[in-house]
């Protein structure tokens, strides 16, 4: 069965410093999403892309995070300088299409911030 | 804001038996998802429902939703060890999922 895959699996990072984390969404799904869990919170949404441009975005999704699809089969999620509140589960998803279908998700990035 | 909201938060019960957990939501939408997560994994979708739809089955699992009322339930009947895991319901409306808090349920054998 298809996979959402993301890479690394686990993240430490400096606060302050830059980290990209990766995903490569189902093939021939058309939106992909990325979702942050914060350890024992709910999964919040952060992102939707389509047509290589962000679809929407969510109040936590400031001018330090960004996305890029950079070669039609990686997406990836950045953020500029990171903060010790930013440690989470990332989640990537993927769906062909909106509405009738549900999301295919990676097994998350864990990024912690010290 | 849109949200689901799940109760009970947590749910132990015994192997064999059925758990039905419920979510509540504020707003209108066009489907609404259940997804399974395992401790420290990804979430593994089960199930979706189309606002137009009342109830709907897969396998072990049984879904109702009540737009007037702005609910959900997921059953599933004659759990097993291996159903242990954090459920949540996940609204969709303008083109991303809401999530809940989602219902811990534990099952022992």
């Known amino acids: 069965e298809p996979e959402v895959t993301q890479t690394p699996s686990h993240q430490v990072t400096q606060m302050g410093q830059e980290v990209i984390l990766r995903c490569v969404p189902i093939s021939n799904h058309l939106y992909f999403y990325w979702y942050r869990q914060i350890l024992g919170q709910k999964v919040e949404f952060l992102v939707s892309?389509?047509?290589?441009?962000?679809?929407?975005k969510s109040e936590i999704f400031d001018d330090q995070f960004s996305v890029e699809r950079p070669d039609g089969s990686n997406f990836t999620l950045k953020i500029r300088s990171t903060k010790l509140e930013d440690s989470a589960m990332y989640f990537c998803?993927?769906?062909?299409?909106?509405?009738?279908?549900?999301?295919?998700f990676g097994s998350g990035t864990r990024l912690t911030v010290v | 804001s849109q949200q689901g909201e799940e109760d009970p938060q947590a749910l132990s019960i015994q192997e064999g038996e059925n758990a039905t957990m419920n979510c509540s939501y504020k707003?209108?939408?066009?489907?609404l998802q259940w997804y399974r997560q395992n401790s420290g994994r990804g979430l593994v979708h089960l199930i979706l429902?189309?606002?137009?739809?009342r109830e709907k089955h897969s396998g072990r699992l049984r879904v109702t939703l009540d737009t007037s009322k702005k609910s959900s339930s997921l059953l599933i009947t004659a759990s097993r060890a291996a159903d242990t895991a954090s459920y949540f319901c996940?609204?969709?409306?303008?083109?991303?999922?809401?999530f809940g808090q989602g219902t811990t349920l534990q099952v022992k054998p």
């Open positions: 892309f389509y047509n290589n441009e962000i679809s929407e």
């Open positions: 998803a993927s769906s062909p299409e909106q509405g009738n279908y549900g999301y295919t």
């Open positions: 996940a609204t969709d409306a303008e083109g991303k999922l809401i």
């Open positions: 429902i189309r606002s137009n739809e």
């Open positions: 707003t209108s939408i066009n489907n």
